[in-house]
């Protein structure tokens, strides 16, 4: 049998990546629908096209980099075949695990000192660096190459810092820099006037101007992120692949890494950029020679909704309009909101008390006076709209930061609400319900219906705060209701089809 040539990633939207040598493949963070989300709430890939699975080379393993719901997606793999073994990092949280074993796959996990080998294809999950973003730390970045080669890595840098050990690794000569970076651009950027998680709503802190640019994109991701890695020839964007819920602006700005990569080869001489789009294959030489690219003919783009959705964003550019937030998720059935208060008593204790542990609950701890002179114990608000039997009204609790707990309040106008308390949270009631019911998860609400203002800086927001709190890392009990129903969906139960 002939010797690999070479390594063909084929890019399939957002962050998922077919990798072959021609004789085995891999396949990392599958997406293979048109759409991906751990309920019934759906994130459509940008740009839209399908993947031909029939067609497409099946995969010899499956890597599942970590636990998010843009890449750890129960209906893509439930079109693979259940004999094909998937490997994940040791710290994926087991709720995930679980569910993928239900779905009748063997999963095995692998730390960074035990290579995976599928045929000729030698594979490395690094751990994120420590310096990452804590919602992102059980990532795991795989460095894949062909086995007995060195010097012509690919590292895919997969929404985390690049991995300390790998840096070690490259700074005491035991492995050669990259010949191919892959870097996630997750900038996530909304016109202004449309929702966006780090929108603030203070007046005055959120402009045209506090919207990231393109050239700030790219100075992160190819100046900041690759700084460790010195010598790196190629690089390679992706990411930003998907349009939120109910988005009336279309795809994010900055989301069209073929322009990316363009403008980057035009201004910085250090390597060279690819901005693939989906079905775009590059394929890197064993021999460590200029990757070339070609298409795969299993992977069709919808040229009609690409158009489409770039209209509408246009037209958005051209007349910003003040979006207001909508639901996301189903209403509630009318048996179905006397729980929902139990389930809201039951649950608002517990989040008092984990948002003290928060940069938020640190920030709003030290800091004693606010707009009106000294504060009290309340600290910051939580809004929630549509309360049961009350449609067009508000339900107010203010964060009591002496119990911890939160305290119900007299609901004011959303102003009055920014002047008393340095923090707010506003969220429809049904859809912090649905995240306590595993319907939907907190990316879910924070992308499609939160908004919020804070002091400070945005990590020290609300947003980061209930991602501490909620997270599949912290609340896995959330996680596995959800992906209960899922498999449910699916026609899946303990492992077998129902």
């Known amino acids: 049998m ?38 019934s709430l759906e994130f459509p890939i940008w740009p839209p096209r399908t993947v031909d699975v029939n067609r497409m080379p099946s995969p010899d393993a499956v890597i599942l980099s970590h636990e998010h719901l843009d890449h750890f997606h129960l209906p893509s793999l439930a ?14 949280p087991s709720a995930v695990t679980d569910a993928i074993t239900a779905l009748g796959f063997t999963v095995h996990r692998l730390d960074h000192n035990t290579p995976l080998t599928v045929g000729d294809i030698e594979i490395t999950l690094f751990p994120a660096g420590a310096r990452t973003l804590f919602w992102e730390q059980r990532v795991a970045q795989p460095l894949i190459r062909l086995t007995g080669t060195r010097g012509h890595d690919v590292f895919i840098g997969v929404d ?8 070690e690794q490259l700074i005491d000569g035991a492995l050669q820099p990259p010949l191919l970076a892959v870097v996630s651009n997750n900038a996530q ?6 929702l966006g998680a780090d929108t603030n709503l203070l007046p005055g802190l959120d402009s045209p101007r506090r919207r990231k640019t393109g050239i700030e994109i790219l100075n992160g991701l190819l100046v900041d992120y690759l700084g460790p890695l010195h010598g790196v020839r190629e690089v390679a964007l992706c990411g930003n692949g998907f349009t939120a819920p109910r988005s009336p602006h279309g795809p994010f700005l900055y989301a ?6 363009e403008a980057a080869n035009t201004l910085q001489h250090l390597f060279r950029v690819h901005g693939p789009r989906p079905g775009d294959r590059l394929t890197v030489p064993a021999d460590g020679g200029e990757i070339t690219s070609s298409r795969a003919e299993w992977v069709a783009l919808d040229a009609a909704a690409e158009a489409e959705a770039l209209a509408q964003q246009h037209a958005f550019l051209a007349e910003p309009q003040q979006v207001e937030p909508a639901p996301i998720t189903p209403a509630l059935t009318e048996g179905e909101w006397d ?9 608002l204790p517990r989040m008092a008390r984990e948002l ?30 549509d309360p049961p039997g009350a449609p067009g009204t508000v339900e107010s609790y203010a964060w009591n930061i002496a119990g911890p707990a939160w305290e119900p309040v007299e609901s004011t106008g959303r102003e009055e609400a920014m002047s008393r308390y340095p923090f707010g949270i506003e969220i429809y009631y049904q859809d912090l319900i649905a995240v306590f019911l595993g319907r939907a998860q907190i990316w879910d609400v924070v992308g499609g219906s939160y908004q919020g203002w804070n002091v400070g800086e945005p990590l020290d927001s609300p947003v980061y705060a209930l991602f501490a709190v909620y997270g599949e890392h912290q609340r896995p009990d959330l996680a596995a ?10 026609g899946y139960v303990q492992g077998s089809a129902a």
Not at 14 to 25: E, N, V
Not at 160 to 167: E, F, H, K
Not at 189 to 194: I, M, S
């Open 2 to 39: 002939a010797a690999p040539t070479g390594l063909e990633l084929t890019f399939l939207g957002h962050q998922t990546w077919h990798i072959t040598d021609g004789l085995s493949t891999v396949l990392l963070d599958p997406i293979l629908a048109e759409a991906f989300g751990a309920s």
């Open 339 to 347: 729980g929902a208060r139990r389930l809201l008593a039951e649950e």
């Open 79 to 92: 079109l693979l075949s259940r004999t094909v073994p998937l490997y994940t990092g040791i710290t994926t």
């Open 356 to 385: 003290i542990a928060s940069r938020m609950g640190a920030l709003a701890s030290g800091i004693h006076d606010y707009l009106h002179g000294p504060l009290g114990a309340h600290r910051a608000v939580l809004r929630l709209l």
């Open 160 to 167: 985390a810092d690049v991995s300390d050990l790998y840096i």
């Open 189 to 194: 950027t909304v016109p202004y006037g449309a």
């Open 481 to 490: 209701r959800c992906y209960a129903h899922s498999l449910t969906a699916l």
């Open 256 to 261: 069209d890494h073929r322009a990316l990569a």
